[in-house]
């Protein structure tokens, strides 16, 4: 998976139904990517503690398209995911996850 997000510029993370979580959405993060993912709960969350993610609703093509060809053309825009997503990454490591598990159980 590395191999292929290293020649990506923007990453899609869309579902139609959600996952609680998204490890590939950590690792996609970590790397810098541009991401256009579906406005679920979860990658909702990501957007407002991050502002490093497109968002877009599931099941919804047209806007899908749209929003690509957007960031395609908006090299500034994914310039500034890019920085954010690689700030997010690292304040929201899985050691800062498995931290705050820990410390919540206690």
């Known amino acids: ?35 256009i993912a579906s406005t679920l709960t979860a990658f909702r969350e990501v957007q407002q503690r991050g502002n490093c993610l497109k968002l877009v609703p599931a099941r919804a093509p047209f806007e899908l398209t749209e929003t690509i060809l957007a960031l395609i053309r908006d090299h500034a825009g994914r310039l500034q995911l890019h920085e954010n997503a690689l700030a997010f990454a690292r304040k929201h490591t899985f050691e800062a996850l498995a931290q705050h598990i820990i410390k919540t159980m206690r």
């Open 1 to 35: 998976m590395l191999k292929i997000l290293n020649g990506t510029d923007i990453a899609l993370a869309i579902y139609s139904e959600g996952p609680l979580g998204s490890a590939a959405l950590g690792q996609t993060l970590s790397l810098g990517r541009a991401v």
